[in-house]
T-cell receptor, first 113, second 116 residues
Framework: DGGITQSPKYLFRKEGQNVTLSCEQNLNHDAMYWYRQDPGQGLRLIYYSQIVNDFQKGDIAEGYSVSREKKESFPLTVTSAQKNPTAFYLC????????????FGPGTRLLVL | AQKITQTQPGMFVQEKEAVTLDCTYDTSDPSYGLFWYKQPSSGEMIFLIYQGSYDQQNATEGRYSLNFQKARKSANLVISASQLGDSAMYFCAMTDDGAGSYQLTFGKGTKLSVIP
């Protein structure tokens, strides 16, 4: 089945620790995105990538980093510089023929211990 | 800057009835896209419907239709014949292609509860 997978479903971070959230897609989509969702809020864009080896900051990139070494993969690292990382993280991708419509993965819930 | 406003934090609808979820937007770009997503309690965002700013007709997808009123800058979602499985959060979002990045801007959402 084609789709977007995110792992893990739940992630716990200790103070001062970097953690990496995985996002993989087998839809052959060029563009991939990372969003953060806080309780009772809509999604806010962290980073996006339109092609391999290229990515751009979104509205709330501070404290996060990404890489795009393969078309299928767009991992997000939450660094120790992100002081309030507890949130729901959603990865999305879009097709080169229909770049407007983004399709989302199931999400990762990050909690701070 | 783009902005999406959803003024209904929560809505109730009787099963099999129709319901309208409100969305207004603000942008200075002439070319943009409008979207509705559904988020069940599981968390995944499910794409429902898309309307382009130059589309002459309102978009429809099964029981979902988008009431697009460009002059009023509104893009309301209409769900016909509500089902219990429609209970979820609904988000209105927009994107513009001005920067070529198709970034989505989301509203804060409306929680829809379908009553048996």
């Amino acid at each position: 089945d084609g789709g977007i997978t995110q792992s893990p479903k739940y992630l716990f971070r200790k103070e001062g620790q970097n953690v990496t959230l995985s996002c993989e897609q087998n839809l052959n989509h060029d563009a991939m995105y990372w969003y953060r969702q806080d309780p009772g809020q809509g999604l806010r864009l962290i980073y996006y990538s339109q092609i391999v080896n290229d990515f751009q900051k979104g509205d709330i990139a501070e404290g996060y980093s990404v890489s795009r070494e393969k078309k299928e993969s767009f991992p997000l690292t939450v660094t120790s510089a992100q002081k309030n990382p507890t949130a729901f993280y959603l990865c999305a991708s879009s097709s080169p023929t229909s770049q407007e419509t983004q399709y989302f993965g199931p999400g990762t819930r990050l909690l701070v211990l | 800057a783009q902005k999406i406003t959803q003024t209904q934090p929560g809505m109730f609808v009787q099963e099999k009835e129709a319901v309208t979820l409100d969305c207004t937007y603000d942008t200075s770009d002439p070319s943009y896209g409008l979207f509705w997503y559904k988020q069940p309690s599981s968390g995944e965002m499910i794409f429902l419907i898309y309307q382009g700013s130059y589309d002459q007709q309102n978009a429809t997808e099964g029981r979902y239709s988008l009431n697009f009123q460009k002059a009023r800058k509104s893009a309301n979602l209409v769900i016909s014949a509500s089902q219990l499985g429609d209970s979820a959060m609904y988000f209105c979002a927009m994107t513009d292609d001005g920067a070529g990045s198709y970034q989505l801007t989301f509203g804060k959402g409306t929680k829809l509860s379908v009553i048996p």
